[in-house]
């Protein structure tokens, strides 16, 4: 591979991390030191054009270089689906503290890191997420206290392991659990009549949320939330075959974990109203 921007000490190490992304992922060797198009302002390292996804890497002396956060705003601003692995030697000059808020950093920004050691062996330590899927670090003090770890976990499977689609899934049981839960409270008190909800039955959460809308059973806007979530939720559940279907699927996780998180925040006052509990 020839290298005319990146310094020469760095060669091996990028040829090294060209290796293990194209072996992850299944790729032909990256393009080298080239825009990736027009729209997305980075010029990296190596990248890589699929079908549905790019995938770049950046090839630094540390785990989170200047280079990328100063670029960060305006590449997600695009919404495109890309992905930002940087690569860096383990054996480097950052002290403890340094490469720690590197670390810490990168994942709160969703930018994964690969780190190459003095035999230029190297793994994918964090993937990352593709840009477009992005969410800020959640403050859980705005939850209820048996909400804050359940959300938490969502957040970091969604961000910290670099996987949405399970996050979203993940809060959205937490949704379903409490819906459920409160329907058995009012079929327990009498006010909720539905005949097709018996449980241990399976009843689909959008029926049983149809249900409790048709009884006003609790708050028909926020009921109305938690099904158009269970809908977009479901809806986004396939792989996209282009990456305009990419950009649109993206797009939908981040804004449907949004509306979950926001549901988690309104629903347990708006339960309380009806004289019911919080139970999950």
């Known amino acids: 591979m020839h290298f005319t921007v990146l310094p020469s000490p760095l060669h091996t190490l990028a040829e090294a991390a060209n290796l293990v992304i194209k072996t992850r992922y299944g790729l032909a060797d990256g393009i ?3 825009q990736i198009t027009p729209e997305i302002p ?20 540390r785990p989170l270089p200047v280079s990328v956060k100063v670029q960060f705003a305006d590449i997600v601003q695009t919404g495109q689906p890309i992905r930002i692995i940087v690569a860096y030697p383990k054996n480097n000059d950052l002290s403890l ?24 062996h190297g793994e994918i330590e964090y993937p990352g997420v593709s840009l477009a899927l ?3 670090t959640i403050d859980t003090k705005i939850f209820k206290p048996s909400l804050k770890p359940l959300v938490t976990d969502a957040y970091e499977h969604y961000m910290k392991d670099g996987n949405p689609a399970v ?15 409160v329907a058995k409270q009012a079929k327990k008190k ?22 409790l809308i048709a009884e006003d059973i609790i708050d028909i806007p926020i009921l109305g939330s938690c099904r158009t979530f269970a809908n977009d939720r479901n809806s986004v559940s396939h792989a996209p075959k282009s990456r305009k279907e990419a950009i649109e699927l993206e797009r939908k ?3 449907s974990f ?3 998180k926001r549901i988690l925040e309104d629903l347990p006052a708006k339960i309380k109203e009806r004289g019911y509990k919080l139970q999950l």
């Not at 503290?97 to 230029?120: A, F, P």
């Not at 009549?193 to 249900?211: E, G, V, Y």
């Open 258 to 260: 949004s509306i979950g």
């Open 32 to 34: 080298v030191e080239q």
């Open 167 to 181: 996050g979203l899934q993940k809060l959205g049981q937490v949704v379903e659990s409490i819906i459920l839960n």
């Open 134 to 136: 992005r969410i800020d």
């Open 190 to 211: 009498g006010v909720f009549t539905s005949a097709r909800f018996q449980p241990p039955k399976h009843l689909p959460q959008s029926h049983l949320i149809d249900d």
């Open 42 to 61: 980075l010029q990296p390292t190596l990248h890589w054009k699929t079908k549905t996804h790019f995938i770049a890497c950046e090839v630094a002396e």
């Open 253 to 255: 996780i981040r804004d």
């Open 97 to 120: 503290t340094e490469y720690q808020n590197d670390i810490k950093s990168s994942k709160n920004l969703g930018i994964g890191y690969l780190g190459i050691d003095e035999e230029y």
